[in-house]
């Protein structure tokens, strides 16, 4: 069995002299943590340009569905690459975005009654969200949720409430977006219960920030993550889709299920919204999609999706060569990649519960799939989030070998790709193991 192997000291020299080549030059405003250049990656295993050989469970923030460099992929994207690399989807045909958009509209919640708007990430495929809203409700207002993210450009940045540093020096933001909490079944807002959370958002939308605030025959649209990635892994109870959903509908207000990070397979269904039962009006999906390929998708009813030509477009935004990359990256996630995120993700969550009857600062073990957090508390009745003892475990793992990301205040993030094995699982659980031991 392949285990990491770290064989000089961290970084290593190649690494040291790349890394004043990009603090020279590179812009400072990206959040990196771990100071190694990746040089080449196959399956959940990375090396870096001095050979030393990482188990990667962060899929480069949970794009990588296929693991690094599948060969299947990579037959796909260098086939298409041979036939043509790009013709902007904008003014010209080609088949694979024809064939994706089909594809797309066969497997999203709802489908096959849907068109396709293609972009090239997250943030784009929300942007096109927030214009199809509003071009088709002639209404101004957003709803979204704190401990959002949905994206950095202007618009997406406006829903986006995750962090102040996201947001500071760059306003005005969209004027018109409000944000709610979010139903957090752990760390519970608006003085509720576990048991009483989602019917105390949802009343707070409906009798505070309707009757007060905003009027719903404003409000083009409610979006939200079916579960809260950078906020911190946060699943909501089974029932608090639904009650939202019935609210929208009193309204008339689309309800737009950002499937960034939690959609194509990861949560060990396609989309996540598929575990609470309800069909939102707009999925945008972007990340996991192509394999790591840029790609980004808004897809809509068609009754919803009939703007304009001119309306809205993007040069890049479905470009061939990532289209095959999807397509065939759909391919595998329908051959069983989405049952093994299942199996895989239900396997290692069984064994993060069992540390949380050895150490005390285990908050919570939570997930769908391989989408899992495991959330260290200061104190258990408190629950106060312990991001110091958060960043701890995630250094002394990378010295390890095990490269993990932290999400939230005291999150630890657990997202392999969707190909990682039972065995894989393994190590990663013996490296986690030792750790825990050295920072408890
Ligand atoms: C739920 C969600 N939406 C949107 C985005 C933005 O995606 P991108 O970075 O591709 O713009 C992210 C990125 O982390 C995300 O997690």
Same mark, same amino acid.
């Given at each position: 069995m392949r285990k990491p192997e770290i064989r000089t000291e961290l970084p290593g020299p190649k690494s040291r002299e790349l890394l004043e080549l990009d603090h020279a030059y590179i812009s400072p405003s990206y959040t990196r943590l771990y100071p190694v250049f990746f040089d080449r990656g196959e399956g959940v295993w990375l090396w870096d340009v001095d050979g030393n050989l990482f188990l990667d469970f962060t899929a480069g923030i949970a794009v990588n569905t296929t693991g690094h460099a599948h060969p299947e992929i990579v037959k796909a994207a260098s086939a298409q690459m041979q036939r043509l690399i790009h013709m902007s989807g904008t003014d010209f045909y080609y088949a694979p975005q024809a064939r994706l958009a089909a594809k797309l509209a066969e497997i999203v919640p709802g489908g096959p009654n849907r068109r396709v708007f293609f972009a090239n990430s997250g943030a784009e495929a929300n942007e096109a969200a927030l214009k199809l809203s509003r071009y088709k409700t002639r209404r101004p207002i957003f709803i979204a949720f704190y401990g959002a993210?949905?994206? /950095? !450009?202007?618009?997406? %940045? @406006? %829903? !986006?409430? @995750?962090k102040a540093v996201q947001r500071r020096y760059f306003s005005p933001l969209l004027p018109q977006v409000v944000h709610i909490p979010y139903p957090d079944p752990f760390r519970p807002p608006l003085g509720a219960t576990p048991d009483t959370v989602s019917d105390a958002v949802v009343d707070y939308l409906e009798h505070t920030v309707f009757e007060k605030l905003v009027p719903p025959e404003e409000v083009a649209a409610i979006i939200f993550e079916p579960i809260q990635g950078e906020g911190g892994y946060v699943v909501p109870p089974d029932d608090f889709f639904p009650k939202l959903k019935s609210v929208a509908? /009193?309204? $008339?207000? %689309? %309800?737009?299920? $950002?499937?960034?990070?939690?959609?194509?397979? /990861? !949560?060990?269904?396609m989309f996540a919204i598929e575990h609470f039962g309800i069909i939102p009006d707009i999925v945008t999906i972007a990340k996991g999609i192509a394999s790591g390929l840029p790609l980004g998708a808004m897809v809509a009813r068609k009754g919803l999706m009939d703007w304009v030509p001119g309306a809205h477009a993007s040069t890049f935004g479905g470009n061939p060569v990532s289209c095959a990359a999807a397509l065939k990256t759909i391919e595998m996630l329908e051959g069983g990649l989405v049952e093994n995120a299942a199996r895989m993700g239900a396997y290692f969550m069984e064994h993060l519960r069992k540390f949380m009857d050895r150490y005390e600062w285990i908050g919570d073990v939570r997930g769908k799939g391989l989408m899992i957090g495991m959330d260290l508390v200061k104190d258990r009745k408190t629950r106060e989030g312990d991001s110091e003892r958060r960043d701890k475990i995630i250094w002394k793992a990378y010295e390890k070998g095990l490269l993990l990301l932290g999400a939230g205040k005291s999150v630890v993030r657990f997202v392999p790709s969707l190909t990682v094995t039972r065995e894989e699982m393994d190590v990663a659980l013996e490296i986690l193991e030792k750790v825990l031991q050295e920072v408890g």
């Open positions: 993210f949905h994206g /950095r !450009t202007f618009g997406a %940045l @406006s %829903l !986006t409430a @995750s509908d /009193r309204y $008339d207000i %689309l %309800l737009v299920d $950002d499937e960034v990070q939690a959609g194509m397979g /990861r !949560t060990g269904k």
